[in-house]
């Protein structure tokens, strides 16, 4: 896999200390694929790192989380330690930072919701996505099928990645959703 750093863009999905081991919604080895990320960071130009940015009052809350229902404990609270990006996170300064789900009543898995992403993107001539961070099955996901409906090429960084998997098999499933939907893969070693 060869990167054009001039039409490529690197998406880093809400690598946060909440996603991780010990934070409030922490996806099962959501740490481990900070180094993975760090590797291939370098070699693209485009750089967007997804946050959650929850308000402490997000409809998403729940004291009593069921999370097949999409409730979930409070998480990426606005200026907490919890929804500060992992600490050992490469973030280049000229990396941009893509806010989501900053208001109470809207849930907002995407980057691409509710957010200038696409506008972004599109102003710098992108074709091509590479997607990695958390979770697979919900924003990762979700921001994957965006970027396919926005004419993007999307191709996912599948060992950067880690799900909810709650129930166990929704990321297995997720994979061959996104692959339905014309989403390719490569592994971080891939870079040529
Ligand atoms: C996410 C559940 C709730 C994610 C965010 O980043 O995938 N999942 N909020
Ligand atoms: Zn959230």
């Keep these: ?27 099962r080895e959501g740490d481990e694929i900070v180094p993975l990320i760090n590797q291939v960071i370098p070699r693209f ?13 997000h409809c998403s809350f729940s004291p009593k989380p069921q999370f097949v229902d999409k409730s979930w404990p409070a998480h990426c609270v606005q200026g907490t330690t919890g929804a500060e990006f992992h600490p050992l996170l490469l973030l280049p300064e000229n990396a941009v930072i893509i806010s989501k789900g900053v208001t109470s009543d809207k849930e907002a ?12 993107l599109k102003k710098r001539h992108i074709q091509r996505l590479f997607i990695c961070g958390l ?4 924003c990762v996901k979700a921001t994957a099928l965006d970027g396919l409906k926005n004419g993007f090429t999307v191709v996912l960084f599948a060992d950067a990645c880690r799900g909810v998997d709650i129930p166990p098999g929704t990321v297995e499933e997720t994979w061959r ?13 891939d870079l040529a």
């Design 1 to 27: 896999m060869r990167i054009d750093p001039a039409r490529d863009a690197l998406i880093v999905v809400d690598v946060q200390r909440d996603f991780c081991p010990g934070g409030a919604l922490a996806v």
């Design 45 to 57: 130009e485009h750089l967007f790192f997804t946050r959650d940015w929850h308000p402490a009052d």
């Design 177 to 189: 959703e996104l692959r339905d939907a014309g989403a390719l893969s490569c592994s971080t070693g």
């Design 135 to 138: 979770a697979t099955d919900y």
């Design 109 to 120: 898995y995407s980057g691409f919701d509710n957010t200038p992403l696409a506008e972004l």
